[in-house]
């Protein structure tokens, strides 16, 4: 069946350091790919998505991109800041979502 | 606007209990979907609406899990005869259009229900 496997945590960076969370999946199909992020105290917000292959979704920074020959959605940011502290889950839809465990991100200053 | 509210907040019963949780979609979402959250993981797909009628069901537990949307807006999880291991988050997400009208389709969470049986 559909599943998303993303990258353990937690993550400890200094500010300004370059971020990569991995994520793959496994999906008959064309699935949709997401990057959700959940702010301590917050519901669960839409980051980014990408739809098709090759597709790169950005948003505050963040990028990802849809790679169809690994099956991957590695989210990036070049220069994280103290308020990208947050835990971060890959998803992927078809008829619903599939979402990954999620990774802890903790940004000091 | 205001986006998608659950009450309780928390919800703190007593192991064999029955207990309710609401949703309160965005106005206009036809599409309502539960999850389920536990300590360390991700969500967990319940249940989907469209409109009023449960699309796709397949991820209640068992049969003490019940949900229902009446009129296609807020809708009710029911759990009966609540077990320690029921104890989670629940969320609730809408969308304006349902998956299978193709497209990407972006779900909007509510806060969730904090559920916990002692």
């Known amino acids: 069946g559909d599943s998303v496997t993303q990258m353990e945590g937690p993550v400890t960076l200094s500010e300004e350091a370059f971020l990569t969370i991995n994520c793959t999946y496994t999906?008959?199909?064309?699935?949709?790919l997401f990057w959700y992020v959940q702010y301590p105290g917050e519901g669960l917000q839409l980051l980014l998505k990408?739809?098709?292959?090759?597709d790169k979704g950005s948003n505050k920074g963040f990028e990802a991109t849809y790679r169809k020959e690994t099956t991957s959605f590695h989210l990036e940011k070049g220069s994280v800041q103290v308020s990208d502290s947050a835990v971060y889950f890959c998803?992927?839809?078809?008829?619903?979502?599939?979402f990954g465990t999620g990774t802890s991100l903790t940004v000091i200053p | 606007g205001a986006g998608v509210s659950q009450t309780p907040s928390n919800k703190v019963t007593e192991k064999g209990k029955y207990v309710e949780l609401r949703c309160d979609p965005i106005?206009?979402?036809?599409?309502l979907y539960w999850y389920r959250q536990s300590l360390g993981q991700g969500p967990e797909f319940l249940i989907y609406?469209?409109?009023?009628?449960?699309?796709?069901d397949s991820g209640l537990p068992n049969d003490r899990f019940f949900a229902v949307r009446p009129e296609g807006s807020v809708s009710t999880l029911k759990i009966q005869r609540t077990e320690r291991g029921d104890s989670a988050v629940y969320l609730c997400?809408?969308?304006?259009?349902?998956?299978?009208?193709?497209?990407?389709?972006?779900?909007?969470f509510g806060p969730g229900t904090r559920l916990t049986v002692t």
């Open positions: 990408a739809t098709k292959a090759d």
């Open positions: 997400a809408s969308s304006l259009t349902p998956p299978q009208a193709g497209g990407t389709y972006e779900q909007y």
């Open positions: 609406f469209q409109g009023t009628g449960a699309a796709d």
């Open positions: 106005s206009g979402h036809t599409a």
């Open positions: 998803a992927l839809s078809r008829n619903q979502f599939y």
């Open positions: 999906a008959t199909g064309y699935p949709s």
